[in-house]
T-cell receptor
Framework: KNEVEQSPQNLTAQEGEFITINCSYS?????LHWLQQHPGGGIVSLFM???GKKKHGRLIATINIQEKHSSLHITASHPRDSAVYIC???????????FGKGTKLTVNP | GAVVSQHPSRVICKSGTSVKIECRSL??????MFWYRQFPKQSLMLMAT?????????EQGVEKDKFLINHASLTLSTLTVTSAHPEDSSFYIC????????????FGPGTRLTVT
């Protein structure tokens, strides 16, 4: 079993829909990242969080440390949001990252 | 700020040759950089942790003599794939630990290596 599980693996939405991507992990962590990977391959860091909630534009990330769960929400989704979204965690006090397999999001116009 | 570049973005090489990939932090100093590999439709896997001025720390199963890492300055780490084989074809991504929190990482755009 992977230390970091994401769901769903694939998600197709219509433009304007509210999107939720989930991440569950099995180990104690110091921090969690949400990353975005576009088809070209480059990775952009969206959020790093260790508690609570963060918001940036139409993106919201939440984390529940006790339940070992995080969610990434996208409001008013747009075709340009189409990408792979990756959850990654720092186990314990480690600087290393352990990655989920990613959620492929396709937003249709 | 906190931009990481990689060069080249794509490289094709013949089996048996060596390829060097550069990872640079453009506007900050990075004492620690990380090298990852990603196979198609797979998640990223950490290959090694690169520390400026010292030997890299390799993850289990990664051959240090095949994947040579040099972190000679605070802004540059290089990964050299020696005696490349077709199975080394992959997407290689570096990241640099940010100037703030030790958990902050900034990713490079990646290098697509194809070995023919």
């Amino acid at each position: 079993k992977n230390e970091v599980e994401q769901s769903p693996q694939n998600l197709t939405a219509q433009e304007g829909e509210f999107i939720t991507i989930n991440c569950s992990y099995s180990v104690g962590i110091s921090a969690l990242h949400w990353l975005q990977q576009h088809p070209g391959g480059g990775i952009v860091s969206l959020f790093m969080l260790s508690s609570g909630k963060k918001k940036h534009g139409r993106l919201i990330a939440t984390i529940n440390i006790q339940e070992k769960h995080s969610s990434l929400h996208i409001t008013a989704s747009h075709p340009r949001d189409s990408a792979v979204y990756i959850c990654a965690v720092h186990p314990g006090g480690s600087e290393k990252l352990v990655f989920g397999k990613g959620t492929k999001l396709t937003v249709n116009p | 700020g906190a931009v990481v570049s990689q060069h080249p973005s794509r490289v094709i090489c013949k089996s048996g040759t060596s390829v060097k990939i550069e990872c640079r932090s453009l506007d900050f100093q990075a004492t620690t950089m990380f090298w990852y590999r990603q196979f198609p439709k797979q998640s990223l896997m950490l290959m090694a942790t690169s520390n400026e001025g010292s030997k890299a720390t390799y993850e289990q199963g990664v051959e240090k003599d095949k994947f040579l890492i040099n972190h000679a300055s605070l802004t540059l780490s290089t990964l050299t794939v020696t005696s490349a084989h077709p199975e080394d074809s992959s997407f290689y991504i570096c990241s640099a630990r940010g100037p703030g929190s030790s958990y902050e990482q900034y990713f490079g755009p990646g290098t697509r290596l194809t070995v023919t």
